[in-house]
C-alpha cells in the first residue's frame, strides 16, 4: 500500500490528515526556510516562494525515508505564509510582532499562501512530482485590547503564520474566509487530491480503515 509520507512538523497537519482518513507518516525535513528563500532572490513571487519552500522540505526527506517506506510512498510537503500589504509574513515568533501584526490586520483582509510540492517515490527512487500553492483570502476581526492581549498571553500566536489560527483560538477573531478551510490550517485536501492524481495516486487508495473523527 503506498505510505503518505508528510515532510513537516507541523501539527496541524498531521490533525488535517488523520481526520480526513490518513495515518501519515511523519519526517521534519529540518529545511533551514531563511536560507531556501535567500536562493529565490528578491523578484520570486509569493506564490513561487511558498511552493519552492514546500518542494525544499519534501526533496530533503526523500533520501531520509527507511527502505521499507520508499518502495512506495508519496511525499507531501508544504509551507503556509500570510500576504498582506504585499509582504509575506511567517511565524511572528514574538508576542511584539504578533500584537504589531495584529494590530495592522484587524478589521482588513489578506491572503493565506500554502505551498505543496507531492513526490512520488517508488523503489526508493522519485518517479513523479506534481505542486502548486493554494490562497486563501482571510478577513479579519477587530479583538479588543484585553482580548488581544490574552490571545498573546496564550502563545498561539507565536507558532503559526500569520499570528493566526482559524481552528484555534484565533479562530474568535476570523470573519470569514474564501477559499479552502484546510489550506488555511496548513495543508489543503482538495489541492492534495488533484496533485497525487497528478503522479497517478488516487486518494482513496490511502485511506486509512478508521479514520480519526475527533
Ligand atoms: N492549527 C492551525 N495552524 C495554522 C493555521 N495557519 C497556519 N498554521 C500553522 O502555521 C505553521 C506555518 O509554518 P510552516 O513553516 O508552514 O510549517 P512548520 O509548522 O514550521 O512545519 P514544517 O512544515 O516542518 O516547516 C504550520 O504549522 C501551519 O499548520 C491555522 O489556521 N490553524
Do not use: N
Amino acid at each position: 500500500m503506498t505510505r503518505l509520507v508528510l515532510a513537516s512538523a507541523s501539527p496541524a497537519r498531521r490533525t488535517v490528515l488523520r481526520k480526513a482518513g490518513i495515518e501519515p507518516y511523519v519526517h521534519v525535513s529540518g529545511v533551514d526556510e531563511d536560507a531556501v528563500q535567500a536562493t529565490l532572490g528578491p523578484r520570486a513571487t509569493p506564490h513561487h516562494v511558498v511552493t519552492e519552500l514546500a518542494r525544499a522540505k519534501a526533496a530533503a526527506v526523500v533520501p531520509a525515508l527507511p527502505a521499507d517506506i520508499v518502495a512506495d510512498a508519496v511525499v507531501i510537503g508544504c509551507d503556509s505564509m500570510l500576504l498582506l500589504d504585499g509582504e509575506l509574513q511567517g511565524k511572528p515568533h514574538t508576542a511584539d510582532v504578533a500584537r504589531a501584526r495584529w494590530r495592522s490586520m484587524a478589521g482588513r483582509s489578506g491572503t493565506l499562501l500554502t505551498g505543496h510540492c507531492v513526490i512520488r517515490v517508488h523503489d526508493g527512487r522519485p518517479v513523479g512530482e506534481s505542486s502548486a500553492d493554494s490562497a486563501t483570502v482571510v478577513h479579519f476581526g477587530t479583538p479588543s485590547g484585553d482580548d488581544l492581549e490574552a490571545y498573546l498571553d496564550s502563545g498561539e500566536p507565536m507558532q503559526v503564520a500569520g499570528a493566526f489560527t482559524l481552528d484555534g483560538l484565533g479562530g474568535w477573531f476570523i470573519d470569514r474566509i474564501e477559499g479552502d478551510p484546510s489550506s488555511v490550517i496548513g495543508i489543503g485536501l482538495p489541492l492534495v487530491r488533484r496533485l497525487l492524481g497528478d503522479v497517478g495516486v488516487g486518494i482513496a487508495e490511502l485511506w486509512t480503515a478508521s479514520p480519526d473523527p475527533a
